[in-house]
């Protein structure tokens, strides 16, 4: 497997990546409410991808594993604002490899803690990962560097 900074021509792949991500393994987070999913992946399109891309500073990477994996998103402040894995590869340890990396390169940047709202589908990822909730909810984790 391979993490790697994403590319423009990851675009596409990528928002499909995490799309499909969000249908699949997230619908209980919105009860399986068709509109409220709908809702959740309208603002995930290759034009959003492409302004992540040129928007620092931030860090937009993807795993690879016999193609695209995984999709991440995390600023220097080292605030997480997104971590979908295709569905196809959950359990593969994909997750914990682009986690990893975004954590390093949050390090690199000088920060000294991530922060992060989990949904609830992807708590005990966040837990099992060393996060613990912080003191504004059960759904928001924090993690010392």
């Not at 619908?27 to 709908?38: Q, R, T």
């Not at 402040?77 to 593969?92: A, F, H, M, S, T």
């Not at 966040?126 to 993690?143: F, I, N």
Request: with cysteine; aromatic share 6%; charged share 25%.
């Amino acid at each position: 497997m391979i993490v790697r900074d994403a590319r423009i021509e990851d675009a596409e792949a990528g928002t499909e990546l995490i799309r499909e991500s969000i249908r699949q393994l997230c619908a209980a987070d919105h009860n399986n409410d068709p509109a409220a999913i709908a809702a959740w992946v309208a603002n995930k399109t290759a034009a959003e991808f492409r302004r992540w891309l040129a928007t620092p500073p931030q860090s937009l990477l993807v795993a690879e594993s016999g193609g695209l994996a995984g999709v991440g998103l995390m600023g220097d402040d080292g605030e997480l604002w997104l971590l979908y894995v295709d569905p196809r590869c959950i359990l593969k340890g994909v997750g914990r490899a682009l986690l990893g990396a975004l954590e390093a390169r949050a390090r690199l940047k000088g920060a000294c803690e991530v922060a992060l709202d989990s949904t609830r589908t992807a708590l005990g990822f966040y837990l099992s990962a060393g996060y613990a909730p912080s003191e504004l909810g059960a759904l928001r984790l924090t993690k010392r560097l």
